[in-house]
């Protein structure tokens, strides 16, 4: 009996679905892979559920095998239907006449579903043994839930229950010291807690680069592409630091590709959100918002006693209530810095035989430059902007679009993301009743302008001192 599948593929031309599977290949692959080893495949004719396409040489179809079996068994499944079969035909210029003969390699290799990756080309032993490079402190224990990182702590655990099933890829973004890096290990962790032969790997963006740039340098590229393609589960820090690295985004790109179509668990994290990376191609950019991505905002006053609560505690110390509000009042920007503090207060009273007291706090964060003398409002924000260029805060609130209005706005906004511990959805509707994606371009559009206008930039931080100094 004829597979009820193959009827609709008959009725429908062959040549159009396979440019559909070429348009879905050219989307999973950089251009110069698919213009050499794509663009030349031409598809002859479809039958007995078999896809016939003609290939330039032998070494041709084997390459494909080798490295793009899994994606062109993928394309083939969802336009031609589950089962399709795919051979391969040899094109050959005969001598002594002008036409051209096919000769058939008889290569049906699509019988099966999607295979493992294999370990071919592999360093001995590179499967077998594995360093995650986990901070085994960094679990989710110790990660101390508020609303600055409920969600993205939510969607964390979620994706360590069933890493490659939900929320793959998962990008998490956040200034400096909020806790990116700590939920990002807290997941390898529960992985392999839940499933100790899971492969899975965390790596600075910079090692990353550093690794592909040995590779090059002595001809191993292929192990290195190889090796990243045997993760289940893999965690790369800091990705903005992959900024104008062409060539390493090219191989990170494939080497995504190859992980998130093998239903491998993706985990990214970044100083800002995607689409405010500069200096990284846009297919990336794409890629990184297919999944989930969750902000991790400053921490509230509240969040930053309980982290120096659960810090202290952790250590087997206890702190005076004053001393837990005084630094949490004045430690405000980053989770790392109230640690640090923490520590040093431990560390002064063992050292010098001290009582940790409020006058020791104070010492201590003045010492270490993180004091502030009050939060800055959006208030503050909103009046040492308009004073600075002339104009009524009321006019901010407006829906002008004059162009000094218009900067003014988004200035005020890119300001309140820095200085203030509100959302971009909250900043929006403090500043002109706007949207979160009109914080999100605000704050994209002045960090451009900042980088390129000297003028500019000079104007911003004329704005930040008189911030400073209210």
């Known amino acids: 009996m004829t597979n009820q599948g193959e009827h609709i593929v008959q009725r429908v031309d062959f040549a159009s679905l396979w440019s559909k599977c070429l348009q879905t290949i050219k989307d999973n692959v950089n251009e110069q892979i698919f213009q050499t080893w794509f663009a030349p495949i031409v598809p002859l004719k479809y039958e007995n559920n078999t896809l016939h396409i003609s290939v330039p040489s032998q070494y041709y179809y084997e390459f494909l095998e080798e490295q793009f079996i899994d994606l062109l068994r993928k394309v083939l499944y969802k336009y031609?239907?589950?089962?399709?079969?795919?051979e391969y035909q040899v094109m050959v210029v005969q001598d002594t006449h002008t036409?051209?003969?096919?000769?058939?390699?008889?290569?049906?290799?699509?019988?099966?579903?999607s295979k493992p990756i294999t370990n071919k080309g592999l360093p001995q032993g590179i499967v077998s043994e594995l360093d995650p490079h986990l901070n085994p402190n960094c679990n989710f224990s110790t990660f101390i839930?508020?609303?600055?990182?409920?969600?993205?702590?939510s969607v964390a655990e979620a994706v360590a229950m069933n890493p490659g099933k939900t929320f793959n890829p998962y990008f998490i973004y956040g200034t400096s010291g909020v806790g990116k890096t700590h939920l990002a290990n807290a997941i390898g962790l529960r992985v392999k807690e839940l499933n100790p032969a899971a492969r899975v790997l965390y790596v600075s963006a910079h090692l990353f680069k550093v690794q592909y740039t040995d590779s090059v340098r002595n001809n191993t590229l292929n192990d290195f592409i190889n090796f990243y393609q045997t993760i289940d589960v893999l965690i790369i820090d800091d990705i903005q630091e992959f900024a104008g690295t062409t060539k390493t985004q090219n191989t990170f790109f494939y080497i995504f590709n190859q992980l998130h179509q093998n239903g491998k668990q993706l985990v990214m994290t970044a100083d800002r959100a995607p689409m405010l990376l500069q200096g990284l191609e846009d297919r990336l950019i794409t890629r990184f918002k297919w999944g989930m991505v969750a902000e991790i905002e400053k921490p509230s006053l509240d969040l930053r006693?309980?982290?120096?609560?659960?810090?202290?505690?952790?250590?087997?110390?206890k702190f005076p209530e004053n001393v837990i509000d005084f630094v949490a009042e004045h430690v405000t920007s980053s989770v790392r810095d109230i640690e640090g503090i923490a520590i040093s207060l431990m560390a002064q009273a063992t050292i010098f035989n001290k009582d940790i007291d409020l006058e020791l706090a104070r010492q201590t964060v003045n010492k270490l430059s993180c004091v502030e003398k009050r939060e800055i409002t959006i208030d503050d924000i909103l009046e040492t902007v308009c004073k600075h260029y002339g104009l009524d805060i009321?006019?901010?609130?407006?829906?002008?679009?004059?162009?000094?209005?218009?900067q003014a706005r988004q200035i005020a906004m890119f300001l309140a993301k820095d200085y203030t511990d509100f959302s971009t959805a909250r900043i929006g509707k403090l500043i002109g009743n706007r949207d979160h994606a009109t914080v999100l371009h605000a704050?994209?559009?002045?960090?451009?302008?900042e980088e390129v206008d000297k003028k500019f930039h000079e104007e911003?931080?004329?704005?930040?001192?008189?911030?400073?100094?209210k």
């Open 145 to 153: 839930e508020g609303m600055s990182n409920k969600l993205a702590r």
């Open 305 to 317: 006693k309980d982290i120096l609560r659960s810090k202290v505690q952790r250590d087997g110390w």
């Open 394 to 406: 009321a006019s901010i609130h407006t829906k002008s679009r004059k162009h000094e209005i218009v």
């Open 99 to 113: 036409t051209v003969d096919y000769k058939s390699t008889q290569r049906t290799i699509l019988l099966h579903p």
């Open 80 to 86: 031609f239907g589950e089962g399709t079969n795919l």
């Open 460 to 469: 911003l931080e004329e704005i930040r001192i008189a911030l400073k100094n």
């Open 443 to 449: 704050f994209k559009t002045i960090k451009e302008l």
